[in-house]
């Protein structure tokens, strides 16, 4: 397991919620079937993620029931269906996108089990932690904007013109990040946000979206993608289109895969904030306590690290 749990700060992000009834109990027991519902698994991130769950599984007594939606809410919903069929013991899903999950998780509900939400969060004003799934495993998203937007600020002196590369609409780290990002970029009058689009988490689709952008807007200085398969897309489109992507323009995106520390020391990206996929032993020690009948607070938080030219060679490592 690549990361150890000391890593891992349980932190309580709004009060330290109490197991209430209506989140159904998990039992103790020699072994679990737990249903992992995964968004899609075409990128080294998400790659990363499934292959955490299943290391952990075998560790922790799961027997996994694996489900890749694809990129589409709609399969996700009815993989999470498919697994209540099943009668799993829990389930863990990553929801794609904040609103359409909702039902699903609340169907779990009152199924009896009870589910975790790992990386992604579902919509929070009609789904609470405590009562219907169990806690969110997950990154400080709007932080991870927030902390490259403020790299930016620094790296340009806090003038030119941005480009944002945009995740999957509707999902929680499109909406954060941008928030994060937006939000302190807004505090360098000299540096502005020209485009925004969604680029959907994809590299190929980074690539053609920021060629698109810069017919527009030839004269970008920067681009931030809100994951690095979309910065590496937005690079080579740099590239063909004649510019110098490190020096011509600056960018930042988020993730930490080993392309974008390959990138980094080659100078075409100037940072990346991580985000970690490594949520397997979370997912398990969370479970196990709450099995014994632990408090779990309603968010329990990933501490993520940032990488820059400054430290991306010896942390090499940690790509994945
Ligand atoms: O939900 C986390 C995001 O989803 C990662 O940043 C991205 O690479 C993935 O597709």
């Not at 920021?210 to 740099?238: K, R």
Request: aromatic share 6%.
């Amino acid at each position: 397991m690549k990361k150890a749990l000391s890593s891992i700060v349980l932190a309580v992000a709004t009060a330290s919620l109490p197991v209430l009834a209506q989140v159904p109990p998990l039992p103790q027991k020699a072994g679990y079937k737990v249903g992992f519902s995964q968004t899609e698994n075409n990128n080294p991130w998400r790659i990363a993620e499934t292959k955490s769950m299943q290391d952990a599984a075998a560790g922790c007594n799961w027997t996994l029931v694996y489900a890749d939606a694809n990129g589409s809410s709609a399969k996700q919903v009815a993989d999470v269906e498919n697994m209540i069929a099943q009668k799993v013991d829990l389930i863990v899903l990553a929801p794609r996108e904040e609103k359409p999950l909702v039902p699903a998780v609340m169907k779990a509900r009152r199924a009896g089990i009870p589910v975790i939400l790992i990386d992604r969060n579902i919509d929070q004003k009609v789904a609470q932690a405590g009562r219907d799934y169990v806690t969110f495993i997950g990154s400080d998203f709007v932080d991870q904007g927030r902390r490259a937007g403020e790299w930016l600020v620094q790296a340009t002196g806090g003038k030119g013109t941005i480009v944002e590369l945009e995740g999957t609409t509707g999902s929680s780290p499109a909406n954060d990040r941008k928030k994060g990002f937006d939000g302190a970029v807004a505090k360098a009058p000299g540096l502005r946000i020209v485009a925004s689009q969604s680029a959907d988490f994809s590299r190929d689709k980074g690539r053609q979206v920021m060629q698109t952008l810069l017919q527009a807007h030839p004269d970008v200085s920067a681009v931030y993608a809100h994951n690095d398969e979309m910065a590496v897309g937005a690079i080579t489109a740099l590239e063909a289109a004649g510019k110098k992507p490190g020096s011509d323009v600056t960018v930042v995106s988020v993730d930490g895969t080993a392309d974008a520390l390959k990138a980094i020391v080659a100078g075409k990206l100037g940072a990346t904030v991580q985000s970690s996929p490594f949520f397997g032993p979370i997912a398990c020690e969370t479970a196990r306590r709450y099995t014994k009948g632990d408090a779990i607070p309603a968010w329990v938080k990933v501490e993520d690290k940032f990488y820059d030219k400054s430290n991306a060679q010896a942390m090499m490592a940690n790509g994945y």
